[in-house]
Every structure is written in C-alpha cells, then in structure tokens.
C-alpha cells in the first residue's frame, strides 16, 4: 500500500473513532446522532429485516435509470454537437452555466406536468447528470488526435463507424471522468427529489425518520447511500485507472 | 518501361487563407507518374506542399485543378481501396494491444478468420512485433509503434503504399533500420511506394527515383533516377553514386531551402 493511502485511511478511522468517543462520552448526544458502531449494526439488522428493501430497490433502480439515460442521451448530444460546429458554438455558454441554475427548482412543475410518480425524480436526476457528461464527451472528442481521422479516412469509414470504432474508444478516459459525476448527480437528483416530495425512496425514508426522531433509521440509509456512491465511483476509477495505465498515463 | 499506376495531371491546390482576398497557392502545377512496383521518394523545403501532394494521391485532400488518377480510375471524393498510408505522427490506437491495432482493418472485413489470423501473425514477424504482440503501444518506443502502424497498413495488402515522414521522429540509427526494413518490406510485397522525408540520405539510400521539389508552391524541379539494384540495404551509402546522388540533391534543394526560410523571415 502506498503511503499516501495508509494515511488517507488512518485519517478516516481517527474521524470515526472521534465521532464514536463525542457519542459514547455523551458529549453527542443520542438524540443528534447515534455511535457509528450502532449505526452498523443498525444497517445490517435492517438490511436482514428487509423492511426497506423496497425503498432502497427503488432509488437504486431510479438512480440507475436515469444515469443510464444521461450516458446515452449524453454521449450522442456530444456526438451530434462534435459535428455541428455551430450549434455547439450556440450551446456552450449554456453549458458553461448550467450548474448554476438550481434543477429542483423545476421539480414542482415536473410534479404538475408527469404526477408523484417515478418519473419527475428520473428526470431530475437525468437533468443533473446529463450535461455533465455533454461536456465531458465533448472535451474528450476535442483531444482525439487529427491523425486518427485521417487513419479513419484511410480505412474508408463511414462518419458512423468512425465514431464508435475510433472517437468515442480515444475519448473514452473523458466520457468516464462524465459517468463518474453523472453517478454522483444522479444519486443527488433522485434522494433529493425524494427528500422534497414523494411516495417511497431512500430519500423520503431518511425525511421520514428525520421527522419521528427515529435515528435507527436514518443513520444507516445515509451510511448506504455513502457506501453505494462510493463504491460505484470507485469501480469506475478502477476502470479509469485501467483504460490510463494501457495508455502509459497512469 | 513498367505500366503507369499513380497519375498527376497538372495538379494544383489551391487554400482559402484567412484575411486574404486571393486563395494561396500551395502545390504545383505539377505533373508525376509513379510506376507499378517502383519506389518513389519525394524531398523539398519544409512547408513546399510535400504532405498536400500525399495526401492529394491518398484522396484525403481534393486538388483545385488536374487530375489525379490511380490504376486508371480518377480520385474523387472517395479514398480509393489498395492504397495505404503511415503517417509521421502516432497514429497507433492506444486503447487496443498490438496485436488488436493490426488487426483494426482486416476486422471490418469479411474474411476468413484463420486467413485473418495468418495475415496478422505475418505482419507481426515481419515488422519484428512477435515479442510485443500483447503489449499497448504506450509500452513500445516511438519506433516500435511506427513499426505497428507500418504493420497495420500492410496486413490490408495495399497496391501502393504512402510514406509521410515516417521515420521522421525517430533517431538517426533507428531511422537507418526502419529504412532498410522498408526496402524488404518493398521488395517482398511488390507494392508502389511512395515515400515522403526531408532526410536527403533517407532518400538517396531507398529510393529508385527521387522528386525534388521547390518552395511553396511546390512544383517538381526534377526528377533523380538513382539506378540501384532492387535487392538492396542501408550499406549503399558506402556506394561511390550515393554521394553523388546526395550531393545533387543538395545541390538543387539548397537555393529552394534558402527561399523558403526567407520567405517566412519576411514580415507578413
């Protein structure tokens, strides 16, 4: 192990070992926040119970969908927008400001227009991933060098196979630095919207036992939502690390 | 005298330039024809067209004026099937192995696979890659993954095959053993060969003619038959006509250099 990570998780477990002396001396107190050994155990008794097995599989699921939408429609806009010079050029402030308009704003009128159903909170999250992975996509397609179109020319390619047999492989480090945030705005998207207003969700049961002081609860759907955000990111870096390292830029 | 396979009619190109009212001109009039089986290098000044003049017989570039005709048909906007080209800079696919990179084009074909895989393996022994047939080209120095992209081009078994710079990037020894490795590789495949450097000796060693070119707007100045042997290697340079060769083509490339340096000296 390097050295850098030895100390980066020495840190962690000092911060949790703190946070559990602040809580067991009784200087947190149980109504704030529960020793995160508890909210281990916690965790597993209601992963066995299975009690929130339906909301947990419900945002999961959401969250999947609309990061999965946000890497489709992404990837192709980006495509798209490679080759229409001007559009992009109409595009890209927008894009340079996007992330300062606050998406949840739109999720009342989402509410109005599709119901209390799935699809406002998809599309929250899809809406915040999204553009994430345009720009992203975009600077990796900028980067692929000029000699590989020509190569492409070369092998008389069709602009279709050109793209996803040459661009899309030589940008692919970007597009996933993209599916990396996307994963993180997706998650965001969908437990935010939860949180603000819906039927069921990880989101709507942490507000829920939020509001009933029921801190068995809502400590450990926030350890998981961290433990899934996390791992999910950290696959894609391993994937990341991969692709660099083949690439001689590790 | 062997059969026409490259023909260049009056050919010109022409470049819309930024903030002026009058296209620039870039290449010629300029008439070449490149024999079936012959190996053609051209030498100029930096910046007389050299790589346009490639990339016009690859059909990667439309002339403004002439024609261009390979095997008979004329290049239009479509880049004609039999003609390879290696380009100077690395055109490897990091994301693929070695082995993947050379297969690239044989891939989009329909062939027979064990057909494919003998094509392939060929190739790799030929270019010396056996050893290194699973590694990235990121693992590879830059001659080696010229080697790749040489290796790549052949398995699709061109006609004729473009050379820009190819060795450009390389040191002086590598280029040396890349250049008689092109010789074998002319020889054994008996394909055209048209090859771009601005390495005077590069040329006089590998070459049986020699295209010289002025300053931009690159015209052929003349034409250098070097009258080697076809079974050949980098030892001609100890040939007492290889000296003779260099020091003509010095002799006609030195006042065009000269022109083309002051020519960028000049303020715009």
């Known amino acids: 192990m390097k050295s850098s990570t030895a100390y980066r998780i020495a840190i962690l477990i000092v911060l949790i070992g703190l946070l559990e002396a602040l809580c067991l001396t009784g200087r947190i107190d149980k109504l704030t926040m529960q020793p995160p050994h508890r909210m281990a155990t916690d965790l597993a008794n209601m992963l066995v119970s299975g009690k ?27 495509a798209a927008l490679y080759r229409m010079k001007y559009a992009r050029e109409v595009l890209d402030p927008l894009f340079a400001t996007y992330y300062a308009i606050p998406v949840f704003a739109f ?3 989402l509410i109005v227009v599709f119901g209390l159903g799935d699809l406002p909170q998809i599309l929250i999250g899809f809406m915040l991933a999204v553009v994430a992975v345009i720009v992203n996509t975009l600077n990796g397609l900028d980067r692929v060098p000029r000699v590989l179109f020509k190569t492409a020319r070369v092998h008389r390619m069709s602009g279709f196979e050109a793209g996803t047999r040459i661009m899309l492989p030589s940008a692919a480090p970007y597009i996933l630095t993209g599916a990396k ?3 993180a705005y997706a998650l965001i998207g969908i437990i935010g ?3 603000i207003m819906s039927r069921g969700g990880m989101g709507y049961e942490i507000s829920f036992a939020y509001n009933n002081f029921d801190n068995a609860t809502m400590y450990p759907l926030i350890v998981l939502i961290l433990a899934v955000s996390i791992s999910v990111n950290a696959l894609l870096a391993a994937w990341e690390r991969r692709i660099m390292q083949r690439r001689g830029r590790a | 005298m062997r059969a026409v396979h490259v023909s260049l009619r009056s050919v010109e190109k022409r470049f819309d330039a930024q903030g002026q009212a009058k296209p620039v001109q870039a290449l010629g009039p300029l008439d070449l024809d490149l024999k079936i089986g012959e190996f053609f290098a051209v030498v100029g000044p930096s910046g007389c067209g050299k790589s346009t003049l490639l990339e016009v017989i690859a059909g990667l570039a439309q002339v403004s004026s002439g024609t261009v005709a390979f095997e008979g048909a004329p290049i239009g906007g479509d880049i004609p099937d039999g003609i390879g080209v290696v380009f ?16 690239f084009g044989l891939r989009r074909k329909r062939m027979d696979k064990g057909e494919r895989a003998s094509r392939v393996a060929r190739a790799i022994d030929m270019m010396g890659l056996t050893a290194f047939a699973d590694s990235y080209p990121a693992q590879l120095s830059g001659g080696m993954r010229q080697r790749v992209c040489i290796a790549r081009t052949l398995v699709m078994q061109p006609r004729l095959i473009l050379l820009d710079e190819p060795f450009g990037a390389l040191d002086q020894q590598t280029r040396l053993i890349m250049g008689e490795e092109l010789l074998k590789l002319w020889r054994d ?10 390495a005077l000796d590069e040329a006089a060693m590998l070459a049986d003619r020699i295209g010289v070119m002025s300053a931009r707007p690159g015209r052929l100045l003349e034409t250098i038959e070097t009258g080697w042997p076809r079974d050949r290697d980098s030892r001609i340079v100890a040939d007492a006509r290889f000296g003779e ?16 340096i002051g020519a960028r000296a000049q303020p715009e």
């Open chain 2, 88 to 103: 100077q800079e690395d055109a490897c696919f990091p994301w693929l192995s070695v082995r993947d990179n050379i297969e």
């Open chain 1, 52 to 78: 929130l097995n339906a909301a947990i599989a419900k945002t999961m699921t959401n969250a999947a969908i609309a990061l999965a939408l946000a890497m489709v429609v992404g990837v192709a806009t980006a």
């Open chain 2, 189 to 198: 495949t008996g394909a055209t060969v048209f090859l771009i450097t601005h």
């Open chain 1, 193 to 195: 919207a939860e949180f």
């Open chain 1, 181 to 183: 945030l996307a994963v």
């Open chain 1, 107 to 109: 999720y009342p009128l």
């Open chain 2, 245 to 260: 060769v260099t020091a003509r083509l010095w002799g006609l490339l030195r006042e065009e250099s000269m022109k083309s």
